[in-house]
């Protein structure tokens, strides 16, 4: 419920000292703000207890920077404050791409939470091409650079679901409390709230597909380290057979065939060369060491 004659302000950039003059001025708790600039800030909509605000309430969703950094660097809350005449939405990031010529509260408030939700919609974008990526990979190689992008992705996703889930609530509640003061028709708020719908179950489909990924590429690893090791079994099997050979004819008692000949050694050792070659045949057929 704004009057026509309201207080429109929009800051970013918000310093420690903003945030303090704000909360002296309107008279806010503190803890509104404990963490104005970390995803682990949790995304509401409440009803402020202020002495110089009529009915205010306060709302806090979360915008992607493109800044190319951490997850917790990219995800920033935004706090917009609300009463009968007044309208502050802020946030520690920066505004430079969101343009609004509109002089509405309620107009302004929609047009930057659907510009966080493109944002957030731009992030999954690039989240998906690196999905496709790793799937691709994951089918030829299981190297530590994909399996550390699966990790980097995966953490990226972790924050995103969570963030929106609690954002998903607030705007619910929000749309709730505009519907039952009239200042928004229900059209217009499932509008809103089915973009936010579309950015959970993108999250959720990607999150599965990385699990899959992650899962196909544990399972390369573990193929390739049985072929290793059946590699290994069938190099130890035709080493085996020159050794034993040589060690039976190794032992120093009498009787042993072609002692006393001058082509003794290398009768054996021609014996050696034929059986080994046949059973490394051997187990080449029997596909022991693929």
Do not use: C
């Not at 969703?61 to 939405?89: G, M, R, Y």
């Not at 390739?224 to 040589?246: E, Q, V």
């Amino acid at each position: 419920m704004l009057a026509e004659n309201k207080n429109l302000i929009l800051k970013d950039q918000l310093t420690p000292q903003d945030i303090h003059e704000l909360v002296l001025n309107w008279d806010l708790d503190p803890s509104i703000f404990t963490h104005p600039d970390s995803p682990v800030e949790i995304a509401r909509f409440i009803t402020l207890d202020s002495s110089k605000l009529t009915h205010g309430h306060l709302l806090v969703t979360f915008n992607l920077q493109d800044i190319n950094a951490s997850i917790e660097q990219e995800l920033v809350p935004v706090f917009t404050i609300i009463d009968q005449s007044h309208l502050f939405i802020g946030t520690t990031a920066s505004f430079k791409d969101f343009n609004s010529q509109s002089t509405d509260p309620i107009d302004l408030i929609f047009e930057n939470l659907l510009w966080q939700i493109r944002n957030l919609n731009q992030k999954l974008n690039d989240v998906k091409r690196k999905i496709d990526h790793l799937d691709r990979a994951a089918r030829k190689t299981a190297k530590t650079r994909e399996l550390t992008q699966v990790t980097d992705l995966t953490r990226e996703l972790v924050y995103l679901k969570h963030t929106l889930n609690d954002q998903t609530e607030s705007l619910q509640r929000f749309g709730d409390y505009l519907e039952e003061t009239r200042l928004v028709s229900r059209a217009r708020i499932e509008s809103l709230l089915t973009e936010q719908l579309r950015l959970n179950k993108i999250i959720d489909v990607y999150t599965d597909l990385l699990t899959s990924i992650s899962g196909l590429f544990t399972a390369m690893m573990d193929s390739h380290l049985n072929h290793l090791m059946k590699y290994l079994d069938s190099a130890a099997l035709i080493l085996a057979i020159p050794g034993l050979i040589s060690g039976i004819w190794g032992m120093n008692i009498g009787g042993l065939p072609g002692k006393d000949t001058d082509y003794g050694f290398w009768i054996l050792a021609f014996l050696s060369v034929i059986l080994t070659i046949g059973w490394g045949i051997f187990l080449k057929k029997k596909k022991y060491n693929d």
